[in-house]
């Protein structure tokens, strides 16, 4: 089918491609005119026939709004946009009444998958109304893996980013967790062959997964990590995931430590230690006087 | 080659059993009379031919420590004792220590599989000298899985059972990242078909792993687990895991989270929030005196 | 000097009798007839001279929301709302913006102190332009405690707010530490005399505190805190410090652990840990069907 | 009354000065020939009456041991040994049989107080049978500080060591608490003025503590803490503090959180977080690659 494309960076070009590849008409803009195939949004959308569909792959924040606002002046009633970013949840209900007020129908859907997605397919969660839901199933047909999982329709508008974010927010965990692991094996002097542990464990254990392989992957490059610094940055939804846990009331103590281990891996000096370390001087520091 | 099996329960059963299909004779003792073969140890000690090769497999602790000291009146110097239960890792120093005084070797074995491991193997961490090992790999190649990976010769005596502590340390981890993100979402009445996000995140996903599978096959049967109460047992890993890290100053904040989380959910009345409350009442009570 | 005081529950009406102590002529208005000096808001406006000050007492949210959008109706230029309730920070920056449309001044001031402040003081901590705190002075005066401490101004608009949550969710921290102490002894069968251990602690120890005073009150009345539950509600503060802390990526592991554990002290049967039992059945449960 | 003091540190020689002043006879034994009243261990105990008292005040583990253990060679049934000092509370009870085998008591006393405790008094957690602990009364009254508290027969041996353990995890959790608070007024530019709400705090509110006492000294010396290093050591009673939660089965996430920031402070590169770099690498990695 028809589809439109705003952004072709690394993720909105590759799918771009796979849609091509799958059979699909796309026209994409982008702002950089080497990788678009038309000169404005609005070239866009007078070369979509309608009822139209036009998938949009910016930052979330500011560039998704801005998009979506735009889009609301140069779309008809009838057609659907489709925020494939990693916008807030809470945007979507926003984005999705902004365009309802016009009779542009919304879809958000979280996109997973990075760059092994052109060749393996992306693994999608989407939520909207199922009339608007059911028109883009080509279009997640032929974005998805093949076989039978890799898509949801997870539920109304904004599902589709709250899924991908706990799911991000589930990955912060795992990862964490073989990253302690690793630490503690690392620290002891018992094991001799941390490496060996991990690439025994990709068969036969309860943690094989792939995490543990491109886990194995990386320490068959740098036994001891040695080229790296322990610095992580995050990505937001780590955030949002803590966020949403407090306004449910749900305790999360595991996705917080490690979203907390983050913030803590970029602090040179923490903060909060020096006041420990002030502290315990407070109490020898008097010693020396009394 | 020719091994004795002591403890032929679940675990030591089942292995004994890989061993025959894999061409192993298998001598094996169980306190049990249905399961055994032998009448006592002792005879088990005397139907095996010298160098003796034993694995042991009972329960960690006392019973272990009793079977490892009746090996140490019964076998002779060259001899090889495995222990694959589930043995903290220091006490396997001092086994090793006991036997060596008696020319016994000793090599310990973590082991994961669980009742997958009769028909697709066990995944093997060992720990001991080299000529132990070497000596054992035969059997070794029978348990482990097919493939490359599933085994791993961790290290000195402890090594084996230092590495699936941590292995189960992870996989504390992990369970808890998987159940905190499952909580949230069914929490939220964003999402309307949880099970739906698990089952699609099988494919294309950064946190795709066999846990996710059993997960998806957990909520296929019981899509709300409504059946279970939220009430988890745990092992002993994991808290020698937490004692381990302590012991060696590394910050295990996920994995000590995820003990605590098990800890937690055995309490009907949380005792510390017993004291919060108290205190609450204490700001609130002396209101209505004052 | 002359002041409205919005709101006339257990800490306003407190106030307000405070004040009146002080010396200074309160005009108190609520929405409870038999607590009120005056029919109306509007009525309260009108009986208070030119340039006025009014101090909003009542619950956060929609209540201090509506009584703003009044009290922006019926004020002039010149005039100062001070916002003493439990606001958001966040709140408190679009309160004022409101108000200086139409050239009335706001204050944002937490306070402390709960139902020993009638007679010991008031914490305050506020923030706004100087000028208008400066006109408040005596009012901050007469509300504090005796002494030098209990009051600061923060800073801009939003700062006493701010300070008064993160005080909180110090205090939820210091809370917890006590109860898992007491936890912790009592769990133990080494020490007999917990109470005695608290009691003793009031003098002499690095742990001497307002807290540590209540925690024995509490213990002199219960001993082991049989009459309560391990049940603790949170106020707000605590979720706002957690999420302060992600949106400036400061991590605050013990805070949120002290949050967490009140929101799981409210669960009867943890739902994230139906899927750990969930996750160990499916071990288990594959070993009686292979 | 009598009292042979081991150990004339900074702990023990002020608190042999404290019981001189309060009417004691005191004859004191160090390593350090100019600190100490007699040449040898072997003449304090020849200068001591039957039944002697000895209160041993040297640093746990390896030191303890050696004098308990040369005690028990010098002392005669009747005898009292006290352990002073930072002791595990599982080593009290191993001490405590030693000497028993001689008929000589054994009391262990945890003591707080740092070098306030010459003219203020030190803060006394004891445990052992009360026979024992009724001989040394005299001594603990004068140790103590004024008034009914500062001190608490705990328990049976081992009570007193494992009633400070825990008064010190309170306490981690208790610093940690300020620490984190100070850090996000610090981060946030909402708040200008993060050394007066401290201060402020001293009067009136929950927080009101000790502690809260130093860090304003701190903050009075530092306004930011800028001459500091965010770097905390810890005492080894935070460590058992944990340990003996999980031996319990005791949930204590504030005190571990508080214990593993310390351990976090002291890492210039978490190797943790390398894993999670790599990790995010290998996404990204492929990328470039795909």
Redesign the interface.
């Known amino acids: 089918m028809q589809i439109g494309m705003v952004g072709l960076g690394?993720m909105g070009g590759n799918m771009a491609e796979r849609l091509r590849r799958g059979g699909h008409d796309v026209v994409g803009f982008d702002r950089d005119p080497s990788l678009s195939d038309v000169a404005s949004l609005k070239e866009l959308v007078s070369r979509l026939q309608t009822p139209r569909t036009v998938w949009v792959m910016v930052p979330a924040g500011a560039p998704t709004q801005q998009t979506i606002d735009d889009l609301g002046e140069l779309l008809s009633a009838g057609d659907v946009v489709v925020d494939g970013g990693n916008s807030h949840?809470v945007d979507d209900q926003k984005h999705a009444a902004e365009l309802a007020g016009k009779g542009v129908g919304f879809v958000d859907c979280g996109v997973?998958?990075?760059?092994?997605?052109?060749?393996?397919?992306?693994?999608?969660?989407c939520?909207g109304d199922r009339p608007h839901v059911e028109r883009l199933m080509p279009i997640f047909e032929t974005l998805?893996?093949e076989?039978?999982?890799?898509?949801?329709?997870?539920?109304?508008v904004?599902?589709g980013h709250?899924?991908k974010m706990?799911?991000?927010?589930?990955?912060?965990?795992?990862?964490?967790?073989?990253?302690?692991?690793?630490?503690?094996?690392?620290?002891?002097d018992?094991?001799?062959?941390v490496r060996?542990?991990f690439?025994?464990?990709?068969?036969?254990?309860?943690?094989?997964?792939?995490?543990?392989d491109?886990?194995v992957?990386?320490?068959d490059d740098?036994e001891h990590?040695e080229g790296?610094?322990?610095?992580?940055?995050d990505s937001g939804e780590g955030?949002w995931?803590?966020?949403?846990?407090?306004?449910?009331?749900?305790?999360?103590?595991?996705?917080?430590?490690?979203?907390?281990?983050?913030?803590?891996?970029?602090?040179d000096?923490?903060?909060?230690?020096?006041?420990?370390?002030?502290?315990?001087?407070?109490?020898?520091g008097?010693?020396?006087t009394?």
Chains 1, 2, 3, 4 share one sequence.
Not at 167 to 173: A, D, K, M, V
């Open positions: 690394k949840y997973s998958g990075g760059v092994w997605g052109l060749d393996n397919g992306y693994a999608l969660m939520g998805k893996p076989g039978e999982d890799g898509f949801v329709h997870a539920g109304d904004g599902a709250f899924a706990v799911h991000n927010g589930i990955e912060y965990g795992m990862m964490q967790s073989f990253a302690e692991g690793w630490e503690l094996l690392e620290a002891s018992v094991v001799k062959d060996g542990c690439s025994s464990w990709r068969t036969g254990t309860v943690i094989r997964s792939w995490l543990l491109l886990m992957r990386a320490l740098d990590l790296l610094r322990g610095y992580a940055q955030r995931t803590v966020q949403a846990a407090v306004d449910h009331e749900v305790p999360l103590p595991v996705i917080t430590a490690a979203l907390f281990a983050r913030f803590g891996s970029r602090q000096d923490p903060p909060a230690m020096k006041v420990v370390a002030a502290l315990r001087n407070q109490f020898g008097h010693a020396t009394s």
